[in-house]
Nanobody, 115 residues
Framework: QVRLVESGGDLVKIGGSLRLSCAAS????????VGWTRQAPGKQRELLGY???????IYVDFVKERFTLSRDNAKRIVYLQMNNLKPNDTGAYYC?????????WGQGTQVTVSS
């Protein structure tokens, strides 16, 4: 069982940066991969990447240059650092487990990028 709570979403200008946090509780956190997925208005959710239990980040191609994933198992937090934000980065950002049954999701945090 893993409970996830996202934070750090905000209104930011084009080209700005944000760091999202995913705080976890539950006994299984250290052994699971944790990912970030976003959902833009009117669109389907899209996976951005994930961090393995050992801390290795895996990215989808379109975020490699701008986003950085990391985790601090001692603090039980997974981070998503986002740089050079663009309007199409606007959306709800969710962290979630991977490879667990069921998959555990946070409630999401809103990122809005505007001029």
């Amino acid at each position: 069982q893993v409970r996830l709570v996202e934070s750090g979403g905000d209104l930011v200008k084009i080209g700005g940066s944000l760091r999202l946090s995913c705080a976890a509780s539950g006994s299984d956190f250290d052994s699971v991969a944790v990912g970030w997925t976003r959902q833009a208005p009117g669109k389907q959710r899209e996976l951005l990447g994930y961090v393995t239990s050992g801390g290795s980040p895996i990215y989808v191609d379109f975020v490699k240059e701008r986003f950085t994933l990391s985790r601090d198992n001692a603090k039980r937090i997974v981070y998503l650092q986002m740089n050079n934000l663009k309007p199409n980065d606007t959306g709800a950002y969710y962290c979630h487990t991977l490879g667990t049954t069921p998959v555990f999701w946070g409630q999401g945090t809103q990122v809005t990028v505007s001029s």
